[in-house]
């Protein structure tokens, strides 16, 4: 009775268990069999003006994000670009195409979608101007450097070409995600026709 019991108890919290992360396998995969080792945010733009071949004219700012931090910071964000109206035109038109289904909250979704996947990302709006990685310990793992990367690319057009006055939405729709997101192309969810639905609620990153 009692064995029957403990392995009652076990099968219950093993179906409890969290499903792993994505990032962990990546960061597995890109730190054990690719060598991806521990930098400062310092070295990894060096390094990526070295290998573009085109100097940073300026220091790029790194700061970190918990996934909380996030989370009120992306709340901001959309806030200023993507206040309720804006969604709720969107979402009607949407719906009218049969593009979206009439109970979902496409705002709701797309924060929720942007807060699930982004590693990290630049963000180009005046005032702001600096690199942000979400880690919760600080650190630079391996998949925050893949997406810091990208995103000093970003960065360095920004610094030789006004991202912002040229593409004033580019931000929150260009933030990156790993490459194995939970929410890539084709998966995003909940709508019927993915890539007409993603272009317009932004949530497939370049």
């Known amino acids: 009775m009692v064995l029957v019991v403990l392995l009652l108890c076990g099968t219950i919290a093993f179906a409890q268990e969290r499903p792993p992360d994505p990032a962990d396998l990546i960061n597995a995969v890109l730190?054990?069999?690719?060598?991806?080792?521990?930098?400062?945010?310092a070295e990894l733009q060096e390094e990526v003006a070295e290998v573009g071949g085109v100097p940073f004219r300026t220091p790029v700012p790194l700061d970190y994000l918990s996934p909380a931090d996030l989370a009120r910071y992306l709340k901001d964000v959309l806030d200023d670009e993507y206040p309720p109206a804006r969604a709720l035109a969107d979402q009607?038109?949407?719906?009218a195409f049969d593009l979206l289904p009439a109970t979902?909250?496409?705002?709701?979704v797309r924060a929720?979608?942007?807060?699930e996947n982004i590693a990290g990302f630049y963000d180009e709006r005046p005032g702001h101007k600096r690199l942000y990685a979400v880690s919760e310990d600080r650190t630079l793992t391996p998949a925050n450097q893949l997406v810091l990367s990208h995103e000093l690319r970003h960065a360095m057009q920004d610094q030789y070409a006004d991202v912002h006055r040229i593409v004033p939405d580019a931000f929150p729709a260009r933030a990156s995600?790993?490459?194995?997101?939970r929410s890539s192309p084709g998966r995003c969810p909940p709508c019927r026709a993915c890539p007409a639905w993603c272009v317009t609620s932004s949530c497939?990153?370049?």
């Open 177 to 181: 995600a790993p490459p194995t997101s």
């Open 112 to 115: 929720r979608v942007l807060e």
């Open 104 to 108: 979902v909250d496409l705002r709701a």
């Open 92 to 95: 009607r038109t949407l719906v």
């Open 204 to 206: 497939c990153r370049t």
């Open 31 to 41: 730190g054990g069999l690719l060598g991806f080792k521990e930098v400062s945010g």
